[in-house]
């Protein structure tokens, strides 16, 4: 039944971990940037880019928290009789497809008019309306979204052969996880500050992104066609609901590793769906520095994959994973070190505790989007090679049920309540029930949003209890180690298949591991530079206010070793002209010399430029000064000009 499977040249696995990008990248979206979107409180609500409409709150405070959670714990929720239909569907198309087919129009569309209020803002009845259509279609949107990727993901265990490709799949999905998260996370603030579009409209033009979700209805070879293959090696009778749950909930190994995860999402959730108000309202940067911080974080994100799929295949993945969620631990506190309520809001200090806490933090990343999927992958697949029972869609439907209600918990309710607060040292804690009364509150200097002080703690306090409970985890999830975890609580299991069939031997494993992801390192990175050099020259382009071909000098600088030395030159000249013509004190004589020296370095040592983050990195923070200056010069202005006005 070999040649019924789908995935059999490598070019098929990189399409087929591709599926789930668009649904991934728009839910990833919604969930960094819809909650603030609707409610900008804890943003700079007067010229937010991440606001629908700024200065306006679209739902109503004290109830929209409510609901949400409650949507996302339905979302939760589902996941179980959902696993179960696409467990057991036979129908002459197969399993997986019929469920896709169905859902993916609806989830589209649901999507959409989530980001469409119909209601008034600022005005209760209008807020009211607003939470409910959301909360409404909310539900469409998380139940079709769920079916699809719960049938996608429940296709691994009969569409990839063996146990290495199910890992080439697995890390081709985390590299598309990190491309996603350095798009939603890095380029998007650049991109809405760039071409002025806010963030719903931005929404609209990713739509289309979500049909890659059909791919795997040409892909997956299952039903009358290709002979049922999905019923191949199974029981005829289908595993029950019932009993679907009780074997999931028995598996102590998935239990262990599904209360780690709970941890690590919990902390992860909060920390998503508050992370632009902590850059843009605690650090009080704006969407450039923002980018510049992010980009830290996720741009060395394919490194440390490798770099984590090497610690390991040595120390095993406990071990490596909770060095990951110490990493997170020490990255998210460093937004509360760098905000202005430690630093006052010292550009060159925050930039330092950022872009630190950024590096320190991409270390954990990479794992917690490889994880998930790979551990709950490898647990369910054992599972069923020693027992016989196809059920692999309830392991994710388990793990999505807890994550969810987590996340509903820590991002949807306490999140969404603690960001209404504000405080002052010294003078207590007060509610603001809108956008006027946060910002009379903010007129003090010394007035700061409790959601974006206290957030950070709250993360790190769960890493640090996921990082203990971690100890009761396999030390590796390695099919034969899982086996005997299974064996230790079933000891009448036979587990003499995967014992003695060398392709289970962990030898091959890394070793056809390694080598996805060297290629997948330089993909991402290639992918990343490209886009953010683009941005780079139109930037300076902008400013300068001079003629070149930036397109041309884009491509060559991407794909030419050491032409990037040239770019660099002419990007620091057009820089400091530029700052020399609006008097900003950025790159003149000696530190021009200097930092050309220092560019030009890192240029030589990295001739690829879109791998150079360093040197992109450095060109980014001169020309968010230059347009800093630029903000305030315009400020300064208008202000004479009224102040003239009021004179005569």
Known sequence: MQLTRALDKKWKEFLFAFSGFGPNLLMILFGAYFQNAVNPIALDADNSIFAIAPSVIFIFPALFPIFFAIGRVFDGIIDIPFAHITDTLSTKWGRRRPAIAVCAIPMIISYALMWMPIGEGNVQSGQILNTFWIFGWSIVFFSTYTMCMIAFYGSLSTTCVDEPQRLRVSSYKSFFDTITYCLIYALVPVILQGSGLQINTFVFCLLPLMLTIVIPLFMIKEGEKYGYPEKEGFDEQPVTIKESVVLTCKNRTFMRWLAVNCCTFF??????????????????????????????????????????????????????????????????????????????????????????????????????????YLATAQISSVEETLTKKNHSAMYFAGNAVATSIIGAISGSLIYEYIKMYFFAPGRGIVRAESLEQAKILLTSSTVYNLGNTVVPFIVAATCLLGFFLAFRMPKDFSPRLIAREMKKDNPGLDITEIETNPKYDEKQEKGEITFVNVGLTVLSGFIFGFIWVGYLLKSIKELSGKKFNSFAMWILSCIVPWLSVYTVIKMTSLIRDSATDRKVDVLRQPWYSIARVILITLSVIFPILPLNVVTLALLQRHVNEVYDEEEKLIASTVADGQAADSAN
């Open 267 to 372: 902390g992860l959730q909060m920390f998503l769906s508050s992370m632009n108000a902590l850059i843009e309202g605690g650090m009080g940067m704006n969407g450039l520095e923002m980018a510049l911080l992010n980009t830290c974080a996720f741009a060395p994100v394919p490194v440390m994959l490798f770099l984590f799929n090497k610690v390991k295949a040595k120390k095993g993945v406990r071990f490596t994973y909770q060095t990951c969620l110490l990493a997170f631990t020490v990255a998210i506190l460093s937004f509360f070190f760098g905000s202005t309520l430690v630093t006052g809001g010292y550009k060159p200090v925050q930039y330092v505790i950022g872009v630190t806490g950024g590096v320190v933090g991409s270390w954990g990343i990479g794992a917690f989007f490889m994880m998930p």
